[in-house]
């Protein structure tokens, strides 16, 4: 069955700390995974996008691992600010010709002063 | 440009009633997309369009839901009859080119059915 899990449900931090998000899934034929940031009431916006070729990539503050042999990935957060305080959503397209988006549950992350 | 606009920002209605979202995506973007967010299931894509063909609806959950998308600046999410179940926050996302490029979210519609 085609599943991306997210850990942890909740993060609280500190400002100024950094912090990893994991992402696994079992999505296969896999095309490429992202991360969103998702601020409370608002839509989600894209982070990165990697293919399976892809090891590591950066955006800022952010960045997204990714091992497509053990299907894991993680998101680094450096240096947190109060405004990384957000849901963050690991999505995976599935390949293949079905264009699928398998979405992970989500990681909520608190930022404290 | 103004981003992907959706309307109406907040909604709510009685069971039974109809329900219309709109959704205007980023002009030029030939993809556009309907998700719905609960706290339950996370997002879930309902339909996506190409060049306002509908492609894969399979994602809309019954006969109560229908979209459409008369031009590529303009898309309608209708829901009827609703029920107290569909309360969600739906979004509106646009691509630009194939499937697997970037999507840009609206800011959502949150649906409460009473």
């Known amino acids: 069955k085609n599943q991306v899990e997210q850990s942890p449900q909740s993060l609280i931090i500190l400002e100024g700390k950094n912090c990893t998000l994991q992402c696994n899934y079992t999505v296969s034929p896999f095309s490429n995974l992202r991360w969103y940031k998702q601020d409370t009431g608002r839509g989600p916006v894209s982070l990165t996008i990697m293919t399976f070729s892809e090891n590591t990539k950066s955006n800022g503050r952010y960045t997204a691992t990714l091992d497509a042999d053990t299907k894991q990935s993680s998101l680094h957060i450096t240096a947190s600010q109060l405004s990384d305080s957000a849901s963050y959503i690991c999505v995976v397209l599935l390949s293949g010709g079905y264009n699928k988006l398998i979405f992970g549950a989500g990681t909520r992350l608190a930022v404290h002063p | 440009d103004a981003g992907v606009i959706q309307s109406p920002r907040h909604e709510v209605t009685e069971m039974g009633q109809e329900v219309t979202l709109r959704c205007k995506p980023i002009s030029g973007h030939d993809y556009l997309f309907w998700y719905r967010q609960t706290m339950m299931r996370g997002l879930e894509l309902l339909i996506y369009f190409n060049n306002n063909v509908p492609i894969d609806d399979s994602g809309m959950p019954e006969d109560r839901f229908s979209a459409k998308m008369p031009n590529a600046s303009f898309s309608t999410l209708k829901i009827q009859p609703s029920e107290p179940r569909d309360s969600a926050v739906y979004f509106c996302?646009?691509?630009?080119?194939?499937?697997?490029?970037?999507?840009?979210f609206g800011p959502g519609t949150r649906l409460t059915v009473l």
């Open positions: 996302a646009s691509s630009l080119g194939q499937y697997n490029n970037e999507q840009f």
